[in-house]
Every structure is written in C-alpha cells, then in structure tokens.
C-alpha cells in the first residue's frame, strides 16, 4: 500500500487529483492510501513519517507550501515530494527542499502520470521488507521502512513503528538477518536500528527520530560507527 497525502485548499483541485490516484490504480493495479489537507497546518500538526508521495500547493493558506515543504523536511528526508502550482517560477525553488518535481495547474492528467511513477520506480528501487510478526492471538505485518527500531526484553519484541508500538514473540538475531539488507544496525544486545531514524549519536547514545534515546554498549560500538559510517558513505542521510 502506498500512502500518499495531497495538500490542496481547492476542493474540485483536491477532488480532481484523487480522482487521478483513483484512475491509476485501475489502470495499473496499484493501491494508493489518500489523505487529503485543506491546509499545511492541520497536515504537519502531529506529522509521522508515514507518507510515500505528498503533492503539495504552493498557494495555501497561512503557510505556504514553500515554506510548509521547509518545515516538511525538518520531520522527513525521505518522502517524496511533488508541487501543484499555477506558480512556474516558484516551482523551480522545489529543488532547494529536494522536491521531485512538479506539475502545472490545470493538472492534464498526463502531466500528473509523470511525476508519479517517477515517484513510484524510486520506491520501488528503494526496496521493502515485510516483517511478520508473531501474537498470541495471531500474526500482524509491517514493513521494513516504517521501522523506526526493535527492542527486546523478557523474551518479547517491541516493533517501535512511525505510528505505534507493536508487541511480539521471535528472535532479534533472527531479525537482524532477516534485515541486513535492509542496513538494520545493532546497537545494543537489545537494540535493532533503522539508521533512516537515527537524529544523533553521541558517545554511547543514539537519539532516534521519535526521541528515543538507546543506549550504545562499549562492545557493539565500534562495529556500530563503522557500519553507520559505511551506510552515510554511500549517500544515505537522515
């Protein structure tokens, strides 16, 4: 499932790119998640990294979409942003909040394919992994990117997620390989790491996305630097 969020104070504008999404879903067998703001307050309060695609208005009321998209990449580097304007020339500052493109109003319905399977090819290339987690009364999936860490204690797992926590039964050696392609790190003995989420290191702390402060121990830490340093190496950032 692809979640994607329209930031559109124009209702018939709003309507006319759901009705789009809606189109190419049929047409490609695709499942989209829309969530549609009216503004870019109500869409940041309380933002979590849960979105794949935003299409954003650069005309909106009180923040702008400039500026709202500033403030976007302060919460999230990864989502793909692309702007909806009538506004060219304001268009082209997309590049400076790493915008993937934009589409002119009135949106032809073309115009619109482009920038979204653009978009889609490079969540594609980006990969996924679905974890399966194990509950006493059954079984509930995730995936790899909305990870932010795993922790175990008591024998439990605790899947802490852009959206929630979530308890289950396994093994975290189990899951660290089961995510080495995804560059999960360990931190810790009781700690698996999504680096995508980590906000800070320092000395023998990480401070992740969400405010969650792990604790790094002394035999872990060496391996832990040079695995984060390779990932950053490779022109990753968080």
Known sequence: MINIAIVEDNDIEASQLVGYLKRYEKEHNYQFNVFCYKDADSFLINYRQNYDIVFMDIELPNINGMDAAIKLREYDKRVFLIFVTNMAQFAVKGYQ?????????????????????????????????????????????VFSRDVIYIEVADHKLSYHTTS???????????????????????????YLVNPKYIKSVSGYMVLMQNGDELKISKPKKKNFMLELAEWLGQGNFT
Do not use: W
């Open 97 to 141: 909040v790493d915008a993937l493109g934009y589409i002119i109003k009135p949106a032809a319905y073309q115009s619109f394919v482009f920038p979204l399977e653009k978009a889609l090819r490079l969540i594609q290339l980006n990969d996924d992994t679905e974890i399966t987690i194990a509950q006493s009364d059954g079984i509930k999936r």
């Open 164 to 190: 929630e926590v979530i308890y289950g039964f396994g093994s975290l050696s189990s899951l660290e390989a089961h995510l080495k392609s995804k560059h999960f790190m360990r931190c810790n003995s009781c």
